[in-house]
T-cell receptor, first 112, second 115 residues
Framework: AQSVTQPDIHITVSEGASLELRCNYS??????LFWYVQSPGQGLQLLLK??????LVQGIKGFEAEFKRSQSSFNLRKPSVHWSDAAEYFC??????????FGQGTTLQVKP | DAGVIQSPRHEVTEMGQEVTLRCKPI?????LFWYRQTMMRGLELLIY????????DSGMPEDRFSAKMPNASFSTLKIQPSEPRDSAVYFC?????????????FGPGTRLLVL
């Protein structure tokens, strides 16, 4: 069955430090890949997406993600975290059916 | 664009009452999705529409839930009768084929509490 795994439920980083959030998927072919961010009490905002082509994708708010086919991964990165990045981050995969399957989310806490 | 609009933002009701959640998708989007978010189950797709027609409702939990899309700019999700286990955040999202139907834009959600 298709699935998405975000191994880290909660991550804490210091402001200014680098960030990497992990995402792995289980599927026979390359799916469409997404990262969303959800601030408390808010809806989900699309950070970036990968459909095909260059495996390093740039998104909004200084985020980027790299697709690694051999590892079935699509990890999200940011070189320097700001306090306003504290939120919950969701990885999602689509399979050209219109449906998205979401991971369980990773909560990011930023220490001053 | 105003983005996806949902109403109400918060709803508190008593068990057994009917609840209607509303959604206005982004203009020009031809796909509309209803999701439910809970701590236990995360984000679940309930149903989605294409050009106002329901395509996949396999995620709808039971007959108490129904969804309609009478036109391209409006959809409702109805729960009748509501139960405490329906308490969750319900999101509406929309997309279009040009950008990719999986590129979904979410509304702010409706926080439902059933007492």
């Amino acid at each position: 069955a298709q699935s998405v795994t975000q191994p880290d439920i909660h991550i804490t980083v210091s402001e200014g430090a680098s960030l990497e959030l992990r995402c792995n998927y289980s599927y026979g072919a390359t799916p469409y890949l997404f990262w969303y961010v959800q601030s408390p009490g808010q809806g989900l905002q699309l950070l970036l997406k990968y459909f095909s082509g260059d495996t390093l994708v740039q998104g909004i708010k200084g985020f980027e993600a790299e697709f690694k086919r051999s590892q079935s991964s699509f990890n999200l990165r940011k070189p320097s975290v700001h306090w306003s990045d504290a939120a919950e981050y969701f990885c999602a995969v689509g399979f050209n059916t219109g449906k998205l399957i979401f991971g369980q989310g990773t909560t990011l806490q930023v220490k001053p | 664009d105003a983005g996806v609009i949902q109403s109400p933002r918060h709803e508190v009701t008593e068990m057994g009452q009917e609840v209607t959640l509303r959604c206005k998708p982004i203009s020009g989007h031809d796909y509309l999705f209803w999701y439910r978010q809970t701590m236990m189950r995360g984000l679940e797709l309930l149903i989605y529409f294409n050009n106002n027609v329901p395509i996949d409702d396999s995620g709808m939990p039971e007959d108490r839930f129904s969804a309609k899309m009478p036109n391209a700019s409006f959809s409702t999700l109805k729960i009748q009768p509501s139960e405490p286990r329906d308490s969750a955040v319900y999101f509406c999202a929309s997309s279009n084929l040009a950008e990719g139907r999986e590129t979904q834009y979410f509304g702010p959600g409706t926080r439902l509490l059933v007492l």
